[in-house]
């Protein structure tokens, strides 16, 4: 079953029995730095902590032993300066919640839009923080993300021989098994990567994540939260990998739209046209990659033309998002 319930997270997820999801993976606002709709008020860095960590004893408290919770977060430059929340958020954590912090991974955005100045390296880069509630009941299918090794580690190694009495020993060869783990840092798309030209919300994560951490620690049948739904993306990846998931957004719009998406039903239609420096009509194009495979450009450049911080032109072109009548 996939639900999208809108209302406050904070108050919804007091309705959900103790011990009875699986996962809880989500994407918070972040700090004070994107506008997700007039109904959702982003909080100061010096406010974070004592705003989401109410909702962080909820968790726990909702987690089955064997459950885990995936929180996708990233910090802020303020004043010149890194922000340190997230790591106050994980600190406060560690001592006013029951929820252990389990491990750390980094998201590699492959498509990340380029930000910084001149005296700042570009930030491609998120925090994937993994909780849980007992690390000995942790429901982790590692055999189902297992890779193939590295073209350079398929080669037997060799190893000396260990010393005794003044010799070394003969030489040992190990040989690389066929698969290998993961490490840690995951090069996920942005959900730019494959918008549709329909997704409005501010800040979306691609399916890619959630479809990972989903089939990694749940169970076809599982049940899977989300208390910051947004246009219902964690949704999507539940449907397709067969499992429950509850979804809350206080956004009314977002939580519409997301219906609409796990229904195949998108009312709204757009197209990405091209237009000349003097703003004359040129193209019409169902897609920006559409449109940058034609052209020989970079799709994610031509979105940058009409997203919140965008490049105002890209090929010598200007490039508008606009609705079909």
């Given at each position: 079953?996939?639900?999208?319930?809108?209302g406050?997270?904070?108050?919804?997820i007091k309705?959900?029995?103790?011990?009875?999801?699986?996962?809880?993976?989500?994407?918070?606002p972040?700090?004070?730095?994107?506008?997700y709709?007039?109904?959702?008020?982003?909080?100061?860095?010096?406010?974070?902590?004592?705003?989401?960590l109410?909702?962080?004893?909820?968790?726990y408290?909702?987690l089955?032993?064997?459950g885990?919770?995936?929180?996708?977060?990233?910090d802020?430059?303020?004043?010149?300066?890194?922000?340190?929340?997230?790591?106050?958020l994980?600190?406060?954590?560690?001592?006013?919640?029951?929820l252990k912090?389990?491990?750390?991974?980094?998201?590699?955005?492959r498509?990340?839009?380029?930000?910084?100045g001149t005296?700042?390296f570009?930030?491609?880069?998120?925090?994937?923080?993994?909780?849980?509630?007992d690390?000995?009941?942790?429901?982790?299918?590692m055999?189902?993300v297992?890779q193939?090794?590295?073209?350079?580690?398929k080669?037997?190694?060799s190893?000396?021989g260990?010393?005794?009495d003044?010799?070394?020993?003969?030489?040992?060869?190990?040989?690389?098994?066929?698969?290998v783990?993961?490490?840690?840092i995951?090069?996920?798309?942005?959900?730019?990567?494959?918008?549709d030209n329909?997704?409005?919300?501010?800040?979306?994560?691609?399916?890619?994540?959630?479809?990972?951490?989903?089939?990694?620690?749940?169970?076809?049948?599982?049940?899977?939260l989300?208390?910051?739904?947004g246009?219902?993306?964690?949704?999507?990846?539940?449907?397709?990998?067969?499992r429950d998931?509850?979804?809350y957004?206080?956004?009314e719009?977002?939580?519409?739209?997301?219906?609409?998406?796990?229904?195949?039903?998108?009312?709204?239609?757009?197209?990405?046209?091209?237009?000349?420096l003097?703003?004359?009509?040129?193209?019409?194009?169902?897609s920006a990659?559409?449109?940058?495979?034609?052209?020989d450009l970079?799709?994610?450049?031509?979105?940058r033309?009409?997203?919140?911080?965008?490049?105002n032109?890209?090929?010598?072109?200007?490039?508008?998002?606009?609705?079909?009548?």
């Amino acid at each position: 079953m996939i639900q999208f319930i809108q209302g406050d997270t904070f108050d919804l997820i007091k309705n959900l029995p103790d011990n009875s999801v699986d996962l809880v993976i989500t994407s918070p606002p972040y700090s004070d730095i994107v506008n997700y709709g007039k109904d959702v008020s982003t909080k100061k860095p010096d406010d974070y902590c004592d705003w989401i960590l109410p909702l962080f004893k909820e968790i726990y408290r909702v987690l089955k032993p064997s459950g885990s919770f995936i929180l996708n977060i990233n910090d802020k430059c303020e004043g010149g300066y890194r922000s340190t929340y997230i790591y106050d958020l994980i600190s406060r954590n560690n001592k006013e919640t029951k929820l252990k912090l389990y491990d750390t991974y980094i998201w590699h955005k492959r498509n990340g839009i380029p930000n910084g100045g001149t005296k700042r390296f570009r930030n491609t880069t998120e925090f994937i923080f993994h909780f849980c509630k007992d690390v000995k009941q942790l429901k982790f299918n590692m055999d189902r993300v297992l890779q193939e090794p590295k073209e350079i580690t398929k080669k037997p190694v060799s190893f000396p021989g260990k010393i005794e009495d003044g010799f070394r020993g003969e030489r040992k060869e190990r040989v690389m098994p066929d698969k290998v783990r993961p490490e840690n840092i995951f090069r996920f798309s942005t959900a730019a990567a494959s918008r549709d030209n329909l997704i409005k919300h501010p800040a979306p994560y691609h399916k890619e994540l959630p479809l990972y951490y989903i089939n990694l620690l749940t169970d076809k049948g599982d049940v899977v939260l989300d208390p910051f739904s947004g246009i219902g993306t964690t949704g999507i990846a539940c449907k397709e990998l067969n499992r429950d998931y509850i979804g809350y957004e206080l956004n009314e719009t977002y939580n519409n739209f997301a219906k609409k998406r796990i229904e195949g039903i998108l009312d709204d239609k757009y197209v990405v046209n091209q237009y000349s420096l003097d703003d004359e009509f040129i193209k019409s194009y169902t897609s920006a990659s559409s449109a940058g495979n034609e052209l020989d450009l970079c799709c994610d450049d031509i979105m940058r033309c009409y997203a919140r911080n965008g490049f105002n032109t890209c090929g010598g072109y200007k490039w508008k998002l606009e609705k079909v009548n």
